[in-house]
């Protein structure tokens, strides 16, 4: 079992950053992969970024390439989200996710979200 809370959500005028956690419980974090979420008001949940167990494999969705980084800490059993050049279209409730494969992600552990909300 792994239990995630998110944090670091706010609000930010465009082009600013902020900085995203999840922090999760469980001796076996550093085994599982983890994902980044989010979802709008009216729309569809989708993919932001996700990280293997070691870090060393990382895939974003095109429209956060360039501008959002995730990385991770074992020993705090906690992964990031840098986001950067923020727009008012990354306004959303951002989830964090932890699963054994990438692909079992959205099926996986999911927290509660945090809301982050861009002001153009």
């Known amino acids: 079992q792994v239990q995630l809370v998110e944090s670091g959500g706010g609000l930010v005028q465009a082009g600013g950053s902020l900085r995203l956690s999840c922090a999760a419980s469980?001796?076996?974090?550093?085994?599982?992969?983890m994902g980044w979420f989010r979802q709008a008001p009216g729309k569809e949940r989708e993919f932001v970024a996700a990280?293997?167990?070691?870090?060393?494999?990382?895939s974003y969705a095109e429209f956060v390439k360039g501008r959002f980084t995730v990385s991770r800490d074992n020993a705090k059993n906690t992964v990031y989200l840098q986001m950067n050049s923020l727009k008012p279209e990354d306004t959303a409730v951002y989830y964090c996710?932890?699963?054994?494969?990438?692909?079992?992600?959205?099926?996986?552990?999911w927290g509660r979200g945090t809301q982050v909300t861009v002001a153009s």
């Open positions: 996710a932890a699963a054994q494969s990438y692909t079992d992600l959205s099926h996986g552990y």
């Open positions: 469980g001796r076996t974090f550093s085994s599982y992969f």
């Open positions: 990280i293997n167990w070691s870090g060393n494999s990382i």
